[in-house]
């Protein structure tokens, strides 16, 4: 062999040796390399800020479900008309604000209502139904579960000012012997607030801290009557607010509007009682009067039935 060859295998056996330790090399530089950066992460985690760990250790609800939830309510935003925003917040203040209820939030629930209902009733009529019965039907549905918040608010609403109509005229009887007896307005009030319990209670103290805020007298009873829906009770701030634009006492205005509640109130009475002939007419000839016929005639019928069958 001449030295030629051997010196060009030699060469290349070189070449080769070298280039198995640099991969080598770099192999095992890369494993450390990849070792270190886990290390040193873990090291930042540790020595991370609070506030970052704080956000690390929220649970599910605020790291997931909140952010869709506002999501949700930017796209309530986006479809609703102008204005709905604040009507959802009047009918909450009738309803006494409920905690954890905002209007936020029941523009999301409005929009899950949509999405959950409405996908629910196209799963369930999309086999067996035909196109235009799961189209409508999940119109229908999702409509429902649209406004299906609105209708639990009025509702609550109702509720609280039917409880409201209840207690008004023994409030105000209260308020008028605080008054008389010699009571400022503020302090009738405060005591009304206390005695007396539910929420037209909760309406007085709200009344009473807007006073205690720097707020005027009459501002406060236009809040209070521009926060209800309740007939009497509108009828009452505003004749506090003429009375004391007019300088009217306010002992004879109490006297005159709890003597008008508590004939109001005997008045619903009588109206409901005659209401009970005609509501209770529908049972009657539905489910009373068919049994007494069954069983006054019926023994007659089979009789003559038996007769005639001879």
Request: aromatic share 4%; with cysteine.
């Amino acid at each position: 062999m001449s030295p030629t060859i051997v010196l060009f295998i030699g060469g290349l056996l070189v070449l080769v040796g070298i280039t198995l330790s640099l991969s080598l090399i770099g192999v095992v530089t890369a494993e450390r390399r990849g070792v270190a950066r886990s290390l040193t992460a873990v090291q930042a985690l540790d020595a991370a800020p609070v506030l970052l760990k704080a956000d690390l250790d929220k649970p599910f609800s605020e790291r997931v479900v909140a952010p869709l939830g506002e999501r949700l309510v930017g796209v309530g935003r986006r479809i609703m008309r102008a204005g709905t925003a604040e009507r959802i917040q009047h009918r909450l203040d009738i309803a006494g604000n409920p905690p954890a209820w905002d209007v936020n939030r029941i523009i999301g629930l409005k929009v899950l209502g949509l999405l959950v209902i409405g996908v629910l009733a196209f799963l369930w009529t999309a086999g067996s139904q035909s196109l235009l019965t799961t189209t409508v039907s999940t119109a229908g549905l999702g409509s429902f579960g649209y406004v299906l918040p609105n209708i639990l608010v009025y509702n609550a609403g109702q509720k609280r000012e039917t409880l409201m109509q209840r207690a008004l005229p023994d409030a105000l009887d209260l308020l008028t012997i605080s008054v008389e007896a010699g009571l400022g307005f503020d302090a009738a009030v405060m005591r009304v607030a206390r005695n007396t319990e539910g929420p037209l209670a909760q309406e007085f103290s709200r009344l009473l801290q807007e006073m205690q805020l720097g707020v005027g007298r009459m501002e406060a009873m236009r809040a209070m009557a521009e926060r209800t829906t309740l007939a009497d009770l509108k009828s009452f701030c505003l004749a506090m607010v003429q009375a004391d634009q007019l300088g009217i006492p306010i002992g004879r205005v109490l006297r005159i509007q709890s003597h008008e509640m508590r004939v109001k109130r005997r008045q619903r009475a009588e109206e409901k009682a005659q209401k009970v002939p005609v509501k209770i007419m529908v049972p009657l000839v539905l489910f009373i009067l068919p049994c007494l016929f069954i069983v006054v005639i019926g023994p007659g019928v089979l009789r003559i039935v038996a007769v005639f069958s001879r």
